[in-house]
């Protein structure tokens, strides 16, 4: 279907892309066992500092790296702080995840009060009474 040109390029990409998520999945990795030791040692959280490299990994963006470990950090129940482009804070302490989880349910609370608000702004706006004719 391509030329072996456009075929070559792709697979260069597709590889770069597998290199990507094998540098991820060993960060998170690693990021998971620095908090199993903690909570071994009886600590509920810790400061993890990204390293600036891998020993056998490509170079990587460090920003777009930690913001990838704290939302899938986030997504597992962690309660995570960005302290700084290479730090951040990780704590789970039962405290700290009581309180994370009534924010995400009075924030959806607040998000389904705002689209019922909406929902009777456009049924109000839709009315009958708005669309008579002036002319």
């Known amino acids: 279907m391509f030329s072996p040109t456009v075929e070559n390029v792709l697979s260069i990409q597709k590889k770069r892309g597998e290199r990507e998520e094998q540098l991820r999945t060993k960060m ?20 993890y500092t990204i390293p600036n490299f891998l020993i056998g990994y490509s170079p990587y963006n460090m920003e777009k790296m930690t913001k990838y ?13 960005k ?23 009075s924030s959806v609370k607040f998000k389904e009060e705002l689209s019922m608000n909406d929902m009777s702004l456009n049924a109000f706006a839709n009315n009958s009474k708005t669309n008579k004719k002036f002319f």
């Open 69 to 81: 470990i704290c939302k899938k950090l986030k997504e597992e129940g962690f309660m995570v702080n």
């Open 28 to 47: 998170l990795t690693l990021v998971k066992e620095r908090i199993q030791n903690y909570a071994n040692f009886g600590q509920t959280n810790c400061i």
């Open 83 to 105: 302290l700084s482009e290479q730090y951040i804070y990780i704590s789970w302490n039962i405290k700290d995840l009581s309180e994370n989880i009534s924010k995400k349910k």
